[in-house]
């Protein structure tokens, strides 16, 4: 099982205050590429 790093668990903040953010704005405010927040 893979744990949580600080990334995910910006990550889920972003989306528990606002679930209909796209991508690339979650992917901004975390300052990754959008890329990077679709890592599996």
Known sequence: MER???LDKKILKIIM???RIASKDVAQECGVSHS???RA
């Open 4 to 6: 949580i790093d600080n």
């Open 17 to 19: 205050n606002n679930a």
């Open 36 to 38: 990077a927040n679709e």
